[in-house]
């Protein structure tokens, strides 16, 4: 079975991600409520053709990130369960660059926790994307990333509507 | 005392390294660590307001004091997902 | 390709569905968000253990409720696409009762559709779900079904925070 | 005139059937078809109040005409997903 957090240079199986939490914990009662995102690299940003993605991060410290927003799931809905899988390195158009499952037995908490967690990844996972374009490139800037900043951890609630 | 600095993005592209052995005097925070490094590479002083540091990969406040043998990491603004 | 709207007694395929939707129509423009949702049967509702469920429904009416839900996504959420997949007959605990995936170029729509969606099939999706349990069975009676009820409409676009 | 009654899940099985072919009065309403199937089924008026009707695999209101050939269905309430 595939880890539940993991950062990957090689296509992503949203499948994979999701079977890593299909069963709770220490149980084979499988959980009611199953969600998958894939964010997936569109070719068009704005007025850019995008031509790729350069995906660059800091593996170690995406894991422990990681774990931490799933301990956050975990206080906030407990018994619903996240995994999360990053792509790095150069993603082409139509590739998935993360998937996020999360699981509960409730479909309210497997939607506010994923949609949670894709918020959390924004603001503090170190990751960096580098978009190649037609005629030039650009880092995307995003978030300014705190581990603790409890105003960041509100707005993805907000985001989540819990 | 010596850290090993890790640079990631932009702040790799201007330091032209991923991963720099740097010497700075004991008690030095993450800050004086930053600012050290913002001597060699000027061009680095345009995050001083975003940059956010990690000790041994995990987010530390830039007041953080760093010990010998820190690995010490400087993230411009982040954009996964 | 899998249509994006069906009904099977066989199992699901949430990839399937997903890829039904993947590329925006008339383009091979990706999609930049893509959800899955999947409704998982459980051991456990309430104080039962639960053995089987059988899912009746009303077929050529479940694929014209499903389209009309697919057109009440387009319209509060223009560009994001919905496909449904519902399993009728004899469910397993563990197996997938119904699919919904949505695409959207933005992930606040899709999580928003994909919620919605679940939302207004268990108000007026023509199914009926029979649990079967040790001692006992029982017919599960939810939502006064209603195509037109304004009032449910807004209740599940609340629910899908939107 | 003659409509086709579908009946599902409960409705079905107090009937006994899932299909009936059902004479009505010309210039009944769906409400009509549902009141003469419960004088033949008095069980089913337990869903006087929660049952919703269909002509054609399309929802309609009880107080709707039905016509000669028509598809009726009866449907308790729902519990898909």
Redesign the interface.
């Known amino acids: 079975m595939a880890p539940r957090f993991a950062v990957s240079q090689e296509a992503l199986d949203p499948h994979q991600v999701s079977a890593s939490i299909a069963d709770a914990e220490g149980s084979r009662q499988p959980r009611g409520a199953m969600m998958t995102f894939s964010g997936v690299v569109r070719g068009t940003n704005q007025r850019h053709q995008v031509l790729r993605l350069e995906y660059e991060g800091y593996e170690p410290m995406i894991l422990k990130v990681f774990e931490q927003i799933g301990a956050e799931i975990e206080q906030a809905w407990p018994g619903t369960a996240c995994a999360m899988h990053h792509r790095l390195g150069t993603l082409r158009i139509g590739e998935i660059s993360i998937v996020i499952a999360t699981g509960s037995a409730h479909r309210a908490a497997a939607y506010a926790a994923s949609r949670y967690a894709i918020e959390r990844v924004k603001q503090i996972a170190p990751i960096w994307k580098h978009e190649y374009f037609e005629g030039g490139d650009v880092w995307i800037e995003g978030a300014v990333a705190a581990a603790d900043d409890e105003a960041a951890k509100k707005r993805a609630m907000e985001a989540a509507c819990a | 005392m010596r850290v090993t600095v890790?640079l990631?993005?932009?702040l790799?592209e201007i330091a032209g390294a991923e991963t720099i052995a740097h010497d700075v005097p004991d008690g030095s925070s993450l800050a004086d660590v930053w600012t050290s490094l913002s001597s060699t590479w000027p061009a680095l002083a345009a995050f001083d307001r975003?940059v956010?540091g990690?000790i041994n990969?995990?987010?530390a406040r830039m007041s953080r004091e760093v010990r010998e043998g820190d690995d010490v990491?400087f993230?411009?603004?982040?954009?996964?997902?």
Do not use: M, Q, W
């Not at chain 2, 993230?75 to 997902?81: A, N, Q, R």
């Open positions: 890790r990631f993005a932009r790799r975003t956010s990690a990969a995990e987010y990491a993230l411009p603004p982040v954009s996964g997902g």
